[in-house]
């Protein structure tokens, strides 16, 4: 994955809401709001529903970050795509998770994750800042989205695809998907922990 370097510094337009926010905060092109993204802090937001509330909370995930970034690139025309993948998350892959995975004697659990494309190119603003000793090899699933589907959407993606994954591969080893899901909320917050002990 590439980080908020690999955008072109795109001089920014008013075009909109999401564009002005930017500007006003003395944010002038692209690649640089993608800088100001990527250096906030890893944290949930209290809604994914406000398009903004990034910028209101100073902070997001990978959902909530690059949801905004496709915002601002759709009002200047830059054609960034919002992928949704999933991946199977380990410790390597994603710092934090691994002790958390080895207390339910489990080797790994799918993921959905956000992330940009642009010139063929994967772009990632909050990978950098968990610092994985290795990159996501594979995908298992990947679609382009819409930024308003990185809530229930999102999550009712990645719960079918938990139920299909532990019906088919039984690497779940037997659980249920609620339970496999809350082990997978207790890996979001010990990723979320191991972020906010880096910065």
């Not at 025309?77 to 892959?93: C, F, P, Q, W």
């Not at 994967?122 to 589907?149: G, M, N, S």
């Amino acid at each position: 994955m590439n980080s908020w370097d690999a955008f072109d510094p795109v001089t920014l337009n008013p075009a909109g809401e999401t564009s002005a926010v930017f500007m006003s905060g003395g944010v002038l092109d692209y690649r640089s709001a993608a800088r100001f993204v990527s250096h906030l802090p890893y944290r949930r937001n209290s809604t994914v529903g406000d398009p903004l509330i990034v910028m209101r909370e100073n902070c997001g995930t990978c959902s909530t970050k690059h949801a905004l970034l496709r915002r601002l690139a759709s009002e200047q025309g830059l054609d960034v795509a919002l992928t949704l993948g999933i991946y199977e998350m380990h410790e390597r892959n994603t710092p934090g998770v691994g002790p958390t995975l080895a207390k339910y004697g489990l080797a790994s659990l799918p993921e959905a994750h956000c992330y940009l494309r642009y010139r063929g190119k994967r772009i990632d603003v909050t990978r950098a800042a968990c610092r994985p000793a290795e990159a996501i090899a594979q995908f298992l699933h990947e679609e382009d989205i819409d930024a308003e589907q990185i809530g229930v959407y999102k999550t009712t993606l990645h719960r079918e695809f938990l139920r299909r994954w532990t019906a088919e591969s039984g690497a779940g080893s037997g659980r249920r998907l609620e339970e496999l899901w809350r082990i997978r909320e207790e890996c979001v917050a010990a990723l979320s922990s191991e972020v906010a002990s880096l910065r």
